[in-house]
């Protein structure tokens, strides 16, 4: 294992989460809200932290980058840039103890939007900036974005680039992979400011309008209300971010075929196909449910169904109703929701759209062996046969996901909470998703979930972010041996 090189790359994370700081510095000095100074130590503290290592680290003749390094370096990215950006919470503070602001940085990076704060609202603005920040960062990537220096060491970035990337297959847009780093960084940067601008347009302040942009494109959920979206009661600030919600959760590689001209391709496209039937269909099964038993319109029916299922399908999180007051069968649509999960290759997560569908395609061509057991069949998507590999791949990944939430609920139980809460903290956390049932509902946050159940719950989205196998090869003995 190259440990120096991944020793620098760590460094370089640092460095570049420190720089990202300056920005919630400006506006904490504009507001004079009371953090300059936090923001200030933090700054310092993470730069000279990430110089202090890169320098220790030495040089590095040998800069090849095995795919064990690029699994070692992403999992540990993602825990020291929590570590790190914990600093302008307890410096602040805004948050009184490191469980407590570690759990709400994990949060951010992996785009989950599960909260211990109890008043958003009470935050200074440059740590509210930071924390929508955090997501903005973790949705696309950290480590992409660190792909697109890599050439500056020297290095070839497909093996991060495969650890990183949340898709059971990956999609390498242009022969070189800092290419397709800064192509996708583009994109999301673009799709940020047009938000950022329509949602000023319409009436938000530029600093809110920044935050919940920087929090739907990543498909975070972070607010800086107390009731999240809810809190606006506006029809056009729901449409905007129902459809930037849609966006994020959609392959960024279709966006990057379709600015290329291949409407054909997108359009054919099975698993985007899939995605819009399902956020169609469930948006419909729950505005009919909820008509009558929550409101009296049927327009407000479909407003607020299809903003909670676009919200959860997509993992962000945001929430314009209390969706635990509404029925049993909209819940589960909900919670079904969160397993579910929007595209490979999106800023969402869960399971994800596309290995649902070569599931339910490999289930069916088992039972057409059955019936046909001399048929040469494989199974495609679209008209691509889809590799024996992947399919294992895809299979062992649900069968851990399902066993991994079976083992954390029964822990959540333990330390008492109840039924739904346990089941929905895991699935909301372990899908990146934010809000959960019971308990935990939109309307409430996580600052009454045991210490114990906080720290597995920081695991759980740590193994939703980086796609299980990622995390748990660290795990295996057989990993570290030469």
């Not at 945001?318 to 509404?326: C, E, Q, S």
């Not at 929701?337 to 289930?363: N, P, Q």
Request: positive net charge; aromatic residues 12%; contains cysteine.
């Amino acid at each position: 294992m190259n440990v120096r090189l991944i020793t620098r790359m760590i460094a370089i994370l640092i460095i570049c989460l420190g720089i990202s700081m300056c920005a919630p510095l400006v506006v904490s000095l504009v507001n004079s809200d009371g953090s300059e100074k936090a923001l200030l130590y933090s700054i310092s503290a993470t730069c000279g932290l990430g110089i202090i290592i890169f320098a220790l680290a030495g040089k590095q003749p040998d800069r090849y980058l095995s795919h064990r390094d690029g699994v070692v370096i992403v999992s540990l990215g993602w825990i020291v840039a929590c570590f790190v950006a914990t600093m302008p919470y307890l410096l602040s503070g805004s948050i009184s103890n490191f469980t407590d602001a570690y759990f709400e940085c994990m949060s951010g990076f992996t785009t989950t939007g599960a909260s211990i704060v109890t008043d958003v609202e009470k935050l200074p603005k440059g740590i509210l900036l930071w924390r929508s920040e955090t997501q903005w960062l973790g949705g696309m990537g950290i480590i992409v974005l660190s792909i697109a220096i890599l050439p500056f060491l020297g290095i070839g970035g497909m093996q991060l680039y495969k650890a990183e990337t949340p898709s059971p297959v990956v999609d390498k847009l242009t022969p070189r992979i800092s290419d397709t780093a800064a192509s996708l960084w583009k994109i999301y940067i673009a799709f940020t400011v047009v938000q950022i601008g329509l949602l000023f347009g319409g009436g938000m302040t530029l600093f809110d309008a920044t935050c919940h942009t920087f929090t739907t494109m990543p498909t975070g959920g972070f607010s800086t209300k107390n009731t999240s979206i809810a809190h606006y009661q506006s029809f056009y600030f729901d449409f905007i971010i129902i459809v930037f919600m849609i966006i994020a959760g959609t392959n960024f590689s279709l966006h990057y075929k379709l600015f290329k001209g291949q409407f054909t391709t997108v359009s054919k496209n099975p698993e985007l196909r899939m995605f819009w039937g399902v956020v169609i269909g469930f948006s419909l099964l729950v505005a009919c449910d909820i008509y009558g038993n929550a409101y009296g319109s049927i327009i407000d029916s479909l407003r607020y169904a299809t903003f909670q299922v676009v919200s959860m399908i997509t993992t962000t999180g945001f929430a314009t109703a209390d969706f635990t007051k509404w029925p049993a069968f909209s819940q589960l649509i909900l919670l079904m929701c969160m397993f579910l999960g929007s595209m490979a290759g999106s800023t969402g997560g869960a399971i994800k759209i596309m290995r649902f569908v070569l599931i339910l395609k490999h289930s069916y061509l088992e039972i057409f062996r059955i019936i046909h057991p001399h048929a040469t069949t494989i199974v495609k998507l679209g008209d691509i046969p889809v590799p024996q590999s992947v399919l294992r791949s895809i299979w062992g990944f649900f069968a851990l996901y399902i066993g991994l939430f079976i083992i954390a609920t029964l822990f959540m139980s333990l330390l008492g909470l109840d039924m739904i809460s346990s089941i929905s903290s895991v699935a909301t956390c372990i899908g990146n998703v934010g809000p959960g049932l019971g308990s935990l509902g939109p309307m409430d946050n996580f600052s009454g979930v045991p210490f114990m159940g906080k720290w597995i719950l920081i695991f759980c989205m740590l193994l939703g972010r980086l796609e299980i196998f990622t995390v748990i090869a660290l795990l295996m003995p057989g990993f570290w041996k030469k």
